[in-house]
């Protein structure tokens, strides 16, 4: 490639030698180009591409060192080349010193040496220029990264910081220059504190690349710690020699805290901060090897509340979110630290009790859980309550591991929901028979009603005072292929369980109406037909449309439709029962409270609700003749209902001295297998004819 020679010197035979040798020159091709003045030069270095300039710095119009300086200034990045007389090199060597590239002695412009030397200077000129862009490129890209970086010499100490060690440390550049690294990269072991040797020290003595012991901590120069996570390796000199070491490394503070954030996600419950059934799972595995070293107890206890459902779909789910919040503080509250709450999802909560000295412990654990749920809950503008069912399993007798003691406790769970909900059953071998059997009936259940096996059965409700049949109560039969007919009490609490009563129920209310529709049709004298409503259904939104549609589409009267709720149902959330009770009123269909007595009835809701009937529980009525306290509550029952206006049905009338009894009282109408058992429907229709004896 050629390169471009500027000439500046006012002896043109100065000029005309170096022209001779250099056009010649087998180190070329040079393009000279001569001037005589510094101000011409100047002008001609302002257009650029000049590869070297050989100058005299005797001009016409600058003398001395000052044309060199001058020259510099203006292409501080070009070679340049003094022409010195031989006499006097003093100027040459000044010139040298700031920054010239060497000297070419007048005298010695014919010798070859002459193009070499300048061909030389020109490509190390461009070497350096390529180190430069390339030092430079370094540094912009050790300040531009997030990593500290600290070099050392073979000493250890430091001779180059980036940005981000400069801020890790908290030393500036300056200061930390020169300094041992483990003055300035103070660190310690987390976990012992005992200061920490710096791993530069042991690259420098073993000659090969190492990282820190995890856990690490850097103390910062104002005191302030940080977790790191560093790698540290040698650095080489041309020969290979090991000249330095530098270390890398960054702040894992936030990776950390990450890290223990993931991890407690994944054992907590994100709704109520409770540990999930991971944690659980690992806890009570401890538990369990604890237990067995110590020859001692532990107990699971499950717990399901008994009307979340209802609840979530009535007041939505926010509401039934702060429940279950609530309901998770009240549970932690009801055990000691060293005991574990849990929450398994849905408004399942597993507690696991540790150091259960026996069976009792876990008694008074439940009782204590049952009592402080009952308090309602101010949730939003509602007081809410919930009951909850729990099953209780104890190691090592229900089980002897995790899965096991879990899944049993759930068994028993199941059996406290059959019985009656709001109390606690401890798991028994039995009960997994049972489990078995819930497990056979939903299946079965599922293709009962396309096969048709529902048929409904009419109990008769009689006017005590006339003998007349005033209505009936639907209700519900399973004609099951190979089981026979089976009772409501079997099959109604594993139907609401699993959300099939609601397809269930709707059916029973439209075979019930179209029914009486058809016996009044026909002239039978019946005043009314009452249907028993599940808590499940009363609770859904599109209850109340249901029944309009159904009473729209068999033609029933409303005033025929009695429901049937029972008070339990009712007094869960007397507040959105109140609503929807009146909605069913001003359609005209009248309404009953089932089970009256069995609930905990707050008289002032009782009052409030639009209710027609109140149906007498028939254990009551079944001991009115041999407790005392049964007959006094029949009695203030029938008072009570005649004071609110409305009509007393006594439930489960099945002899002559409960109905004398009833009677004496004023109880206006009865029901039960004194008067006639529930009857398939042809039977019923013939009752209705002949009438009771
Ligand atoms: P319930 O609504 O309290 O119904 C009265 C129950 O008492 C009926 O039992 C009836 O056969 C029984 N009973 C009537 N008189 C006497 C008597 O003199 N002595 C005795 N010991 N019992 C008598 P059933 O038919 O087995 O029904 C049990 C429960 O199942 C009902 O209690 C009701 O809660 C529920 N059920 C029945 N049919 C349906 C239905 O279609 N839908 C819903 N959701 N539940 C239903
Ligand atoms: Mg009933
Ligand atoms: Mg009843």
Known sequence: ??????????????????????????????????????????????????????????????????????????????????????????????AVQRGAQGHLSKGYFGSYLVPQSLGQIIQRKAVEETLFIEKNRAEITLNSISDAVIGTDMAGNIDYLNIAAEKMTGWSRDEARGLPISKVMHIINGETREIERNPVELVLLENKPMGLTAGTILIQHDGTEVSIEDSSAPIHDLGGQISGAVIVFHDITVAQEMALKMAYLAQHDFLTSLPNRVLLNDRIMQAISLAKRNDSHLAVLFLDLDNFKYINDSLGHETGDKLLQSVAQALSACVRSSDTVSRQGGDEFVILL????????????????????????????????????????????????????????????????????????????????????????????RRALEQQEFVVHYQPKVNLNTNMITGAEALLRWIHPKWGMVLPGRFVPIAEACGLIVPIGNWVLREACEQTKLWKEVGLKIDSITVNISALEFRRNDFVDGVQTILHETGLEPDCLQLEITESVLMRDAESSTIILNQLKDMGVQLAVDDFGTGYSSLSYLRQFPIDVLKIDRSFVRDIDSSKDSSIIVSAVIAMGNSLKQRVVAEGVDSQIQLDFLKALQCEEGQGYFFSRPLAADQFAALLTTGIR
């Open 1 to 94: 490639m050629t390169k471009r020679v500027l000439i500046i010197t006012g002896n043109a035979n100065d000029a005309n030698e170096l022209v001779n040798v250099l056009g010649t020159a087998r180190d070329g091709p040079f393009c000279i180009e001569w001037v005589t003045l510094l101000s011409e030069a100047l002008k001609r270095l302002l257009t650029g591409d000049i590869d070297v300039i050989l100058v005299d710095l005797l001009l016409a119009d600058s003398q001395g060192i000052e044309t060199f300086d001058q020259l510099f200034a203006a292409v501080p990045h070009t070679p340049i080349m003094i022409l010195s007389p031989m006499d006097n090199e003093r100027l040459a060597w000044e």
């Open 354 to 445: 540790t150091q259960d000295k026996n069976s009792e412990d876990a008694s008074l654990t439940a009782n204590k859980i049952l009592t402080a749920l009952a308090m309602s809950h101010s949730i939003a503008k509602h007081k809410l309550h919930v009951t909850t069912s729990i099953g209780i399993s104890v190691y090592p007798a229900d089980g002897q591991d995790a899965e096991t003691l879990i899944k049993n406790a759930d068994t028993a769970m199941y059996h406290a929901k059959e019985k009656g909900r709001n109390n606690y059953q401890f798991f028994s071998s039995s009960m997994n028979v049972r489990a078995v059997e819930r497990q056979v009936i939903e299946a079965n259940l």
